[in-house]
């Protein structure tokens, strides 16, 4: 018994997608490198990781909550 379910994906999305994954990956690089002073470094570093964490709970709510209209064809 197979009980994976297929969604699909539009460019768009996945661009929303890679975009909230790079803030998250710059965010916490920031956090953990020695390029800035420290203050400057912090304040960007999580915003960056925040705004790229928060924003990835109503994209995912989007991705797995909509209609699937590609499963009505098959």
């Known amino acids: 018994m197979n009980s994976s379910k297929t969604k699909s994906v ?4 996945i661009a929303i997608i890679a975009a909230t994954r790079a803030a998250i990956g710059f965010g916490a690089g920031l956090l953990l490198a020695d390029k800035f002073n420290r203050a400057r470094r912090k304040t960007l570093g ?3 990781f925040l705004s790229g964490l928060a924003s990835t709970i109503p994209i995912a709510r989007h ?3 909509k209609k699937d209209t590609s499963a009505a064809l098959v």
Do not use: D, N, R
């Not at 539009?10 to 999305?13: C, K, L, Q, Y």
């Open 10 to 13: 539009t460019i768009p999305e």
């Open 63 to 65: 991705i797995f909550h």
């Open 46 to 48: 999580w915003s960056l």
